[in-house]
């Protein structure tokens, strides 16, 4: 992951996000389709298909049901690769 030490945050995880998750979370947030900015979907996928993507990616989810980081998901999902994030599960703005 990244230099700074996410734990340290409440309500923030570091992990390891697969297709397969990034799928479900869009789901269940009901995203589908994607976001009409296609160009940064595939402008993401192509990063991580190049293993060029930064780790310590942010994704946030909001008790109203908002998320901050579609177009990452979508993103992970297009290429089918896992990318390290840092998820924000208690977030307020």
């Known amino acids: 992951m990244s230099h700074v030490d996410y734990r340290r945050y409440p309500g923030c995880t570091a992990m390891l996000l697969t297709p397969e998750v990034a799928q ?11 976001p009409s900015d296609e160009s940064k979907i595939a402008a993401y996928a192509q ?7 930064q780790p310590g990616t942010l994704l946030a989810f909001y008790p109203d049901g908002r998320l901050d980081g579609v177009h990452r998901l979508w993103a992970v999902v297009r290429s089918g690769v896992s990318i390290q ?3 924000f599960t208690a977030c307020t703005r």
């Not at 479900?24 to 994607?34: C, E, K, M, N, V």
């Open 47 to 53: 990063v991580m298909l190049d293993g060029e993507w």
């Open 85 to 87: 994030v840092a998820v």
């Open 24 to 34: 479900t979370w869009l789901d269940s947030a009901g995203r589908r389709p994607p």
